[in-house]
């Protein structure tokens, strides 16, 4: 069993920064897949990163790939999702997801484990 717990979301300006952090309990964490997805008012919660077991490989939805950079910390259980360029259509509650597997990384019905969610809020 993973928790999961997000922080560092907020208001920002269209073309700064923020950096979401996502910290996970259990013994197990380097096992899991992590990911990050988002879902805007009125949509449904879409993919937007995911890395490996060790960080060894990540990959990005096409809306993000260039300004955004998903990390994770193994020792510390720790995975992170760095947002730089950020635009208004990135205003979403962002969540941080954990499976076993790798197949369909995209789907997050794939997903088993999720946290509470962070708001980001870009202004333009």
């Known amino acids: 069993q993973v928790q999961l717990v997000e922080s560092g979301g907020g208001l920002v300006q269209a073309g700064g920064s923020l950096r979401l952090s996502c910290a996970a309990s259990?013994?197990?964490?380097?096992?899991?897949?992590m990911g990050w997805f988002r879902q805007a008012p009125g949509k449904e919660r879409e993919f937007v990163a995911a890395?490996?077991?060790?960080?060894?490989?990540?990959v990005y939805a096409d809306s993000v790939k260039g300004r955004f950079t998903i990390s994770r910390d193994n020792a510390k259980n720790t995975v992170s999702l760095q947002m730089n360029g950020l635009k208004p259509e990135d205003t979403a509650v962002y969540y941080c997801?954990?499976?076993?597997?790798?197949?369909?990384?995209?789907?997050?019905?794939?997903?088993?484990?999720w946290g509470q969610g962070t708001q980001v809020t870009v202004s333009s």
């Open positions: 997801a954990g499976r076993y597997g790798i197949s369909n990384y995209y789907t997050e019905s794939e997903y088993a484990y």
């Open positions: 259990g013994r197990t964490f380097s096992n899991y897949l």
């Open positions: 890395i490996t077991w060790r960080g060894a490989s990540a």
